[in-house]
């Protein structure tokens, strides 16, 4: 049975003020108990951090690192404190991550009891805990995400948003903080995990009026963060760091697209076919009949056609061995690897893919579809953190492509299931 338990504190009201701001600092200690036979068991921990509600957004300062989670522009910036860099996040990421964790915690959990039966099952409830997250859905619209938040997080009572997004609670019991109207003392949460009983103990203490900081956080002190590894993280980062030049990309890639057309290289003039439209997520238009024949004349068009447009996961290996001897006839063998890549996600071979939507992005960095795509595919790995970069690069690359359409929707999904996250 999960338990919680809460004592409140003196009332912090700021409501209505101009400046509503508050700071305070949380003690936290976790302790599991061991269930029968189970391994893995986390040793017991405690951590300190010092908490600010501003007007919009949450901070949570640790040792390490600061959390800062905007909620009128809808982004998580993170602070390594040592390193004095930052990266820009999505907000989005974490209640994504946690709607598709519980869905999955649900099948795991099923299959669990069907194997172990003297096992304690761990309940719904406690993983709506762990997550901080139910799946009541809403229902399904095609406008764009609702206007954020305006309302003083002080008066959204964001004590419980800083419990919900470090460490859990069930939604009805931070929903029931929210309606006290007030920071509390102590909260205590007793729930099963798949190793045992966990006991948390949130002691939250020097609760003080900031209205000094209620306006906004300040990002002077820090840098963009420009990480050399993982590749990924090089790739991201090099992608936001500056202005794109998109217009003379395009620009080159119609004069190259020309080019080939002139030497008669008709698979060449097709690979740039499609990069342009990978960039700009628009067809560059109709081929002439005296370009259609140059692309039909050459020898490797009807091989690479036959590998890109394979679809029965039969035909696939295949198609991948015909894509990649094809690299070395072409000075675009990145464009190969796109759709290469795209065939290993059709196979469930997501680490290959990804890897190669890296080594395509690094060759041009410019390619929106591709952003999509490497997005797609580290969602379905669950690392909806860099998933949701992706994407966000790909949209500032390509406001309007027709791919990202999707992911718009899946954003007002969320943000109009679970309100309390935004």
Known sequence: MTRYALCLAPLLLLHGAANAAATFQVHADTITTPSPNSQNVPPPSSSDMQVVLGDSYLSVQTAQQ?????????????????????????????????????????VISKALASVKENM?????????????ITLTEAPASASAPAAPETQPALER???????????????????????????????????????????????????????????????????KRAAV?????????????GAFGMQARLNKLAAERQQAFTDKRGVEAMLITSEQTFVSGKYPGPATPEQIAIIRND?????????????????????????????AKTSRPYLL???????????????????????????????????????????????MAHGWRCWDIGR???????????????????????????
């Open 66 to 106: 600061i959390q800062i989670y905007d909620f009128a522009k809808r982004r998580r910036i993170e602070i390594d404190r040592a390193a004095k860099t930052y990266t820009d996040y999505s907000l989005y990421d974490t209640v994504g991550f946690r709607e598709m964790e519980l869905r999955n915690r649900a």
């Open 120 to 132: 304690t099952p761990v309940t719904p409830v406690d993983e709506q805990h762990t997550l901080s």
């Open 157 to 223: 009572n964001e004590a419980g948003g800083a419990a919900r997004y470090q460490f859990g609670g069930h939604p009805l019991v931070l929903r029931e903080l929210q309606q006290r109207a007030s920071i509390p003392a102590t909260l205590d949460f007793h729930y099963r995990s798949y190793t045992g009983g966990a006991e948390q103990k949130l002691a939250i203490s020097a609760v003080a009026a900031a209205p000094a900081l209620a306006a906004g956080y300040d990002l002077n002190a820090y840098s």
């Open 229 to 241: 590894q993982p590749a990924l993280d090089q790739l991201l980062d090099q992608a936001t760091a």
């Open 299 to 327: 020898p490797d068009q009807a091989r690479l056609a036959a590998a890109i447009q394979a679809r029965n996961k039969a035909d696939l290996p295949a198609a991948i061995a015909t894509l990649r001897e094809l690299r």
């Open 337 to 383: 690897k796109v759709f290469e890549a795209n065939h290993h996600v059709a196979l469930g071979d997501l680490k290959t893919a990804t890897a190669l939507f890296i080594e395509a992005l690094q060759a041009n960095p410019y390619m929106a579809s591709v952003y999509k795509d490497l997005g797609d595919t580290l969602l379905r790995s669950f690392d």
């Open 396 to 422: 500032q690359l390509a406001p309007a492509f027709p791919n990202f359409r999707a992911v718009d929707q899946y954003e007002a999904t969320l943000a109009k299931n679970h309100p309390e996250y935004f």
